[in-house]
């Protein structure tokens, strides 16, 4: 399928988004390798983490047949302010309850994403959103168990400390649904209803759940989103992370891995 030069910058726009939020958390994650709380939280990470990474791979080689650079060299070979994912995937770690907490409302987020994408116009994407369906309901799966035993079946501090990390988190994650100016240009083609529509969804699945943790979710009203990232602006925590990602590549930018 062909696409109008104005149709094809948005598309690029919303794939470079995804693939971005996806590498950069794939990063974080395999952070915990070796220092999960527990064996079982030590291996959930990992795997998350490579799943992340292989959805970046995917995003990243649908960018490249749309003309853009080979994956490899999209995700290592720029600065902070040419990626465009969210404040929310930058920050780090800390403690294990941000990291939850970051990643219950980050894949119950793209969980979301990917469904409203299963029957997007541009069929490659939509294949992708149906094949990764099954590894997002796992993520969701993991994070939700956690973030309800921890908040609503374990101590008082643990409660405390979840209920302090969605208070943290939320704002960061609100900054997910940043509006892009192709906003219009994406749901006319049909190719992504916008991100308005996704955090609708989004609200209305982590809600019951948070109630089933007994957390009390921040008022989206009340709280300012971490905008910037789609355009560039990112957080001081970017730049070192791409240049530690990238050391390797950038010191034998020729040679053959």
């Known amino acids: ?8 910058q948005a598309l690029k726009d919303l794939l470079y988004r ?3 939020d996806a590498l950069v958390l794939g990063h974080r994650h395999s952070e ?7 064996l079982e939280e030590d291996i959930a990470f990992s795997s998350i983490a ?3 990474l292989g959805h970046a791979y995917a995003l990243y080689q649908l960018l490249h047949r749309l003309g853009e650079p080979e994956p490899d060299r999209i995700a290592f070979f720029r600065d902070a302010p040419e990626f465009r994912c969210c404040h929310l995937v930058e920050y780090p770690n800390g403690g294990y309850d941000f990291s939850l907490m970051r990643h219950f409302l980050f894949d119950i987020a793209e969980q979301w994403r990917y469904h409203l994408l299963e029957h997007s116009s541009y069929e490659p994407l939509a294949q992708l959103a149906r094949k990764v369906r099954g590894e997002l309901k796992y993520h969701v799966l993991h994070a939700t168990q956690w973030v309800v035993h921890l908040g609503a079946k374990g101590t ?7 209920q302090h990390a ?3 988190v939320f704002p960061l994650a609100l900054g997910i649904f940043e509006p892009s100016p192709y906003e219009e240009i994406l749901a006319d083609a049909g ?3 916008g991100e308005r529509v996704l955090q609708e969804r989004w609200l209305e699945a982590i809600r019951p759940i948070l ?3 007994q957390l009390q979710m921040p008022d989206p009203a009340t709280v300012t989103p971490a905008y910037g990232g789609r355009r560039g602006i990112h957080t001081e925590y970017l730049q070192p992370l791409l240049d530690e990602m990238g050391e390797v590549i950038r010191s034998e930018p020729e040679a053959e891995w």
């Open 32 to 38: 915990w390798t070796g220092l999960g709380p527990i």
């Open 1 to 8: 399928m062909s696409y109008a030069p104005e149709v094809l």
């Open 166 to 168: 969605l208070e943290q």
């Open 156 to 162: 008082e501090e643990s409660h405390q400390r979840m």
């Open 18 to 20: 995804m693939a971005d």
């Open 211 to 213: 109630q089933q943790a």
């Open 191 to 193: 190719i992504f209803p």
């Open 50 to 52: 490579q799943d992340k």
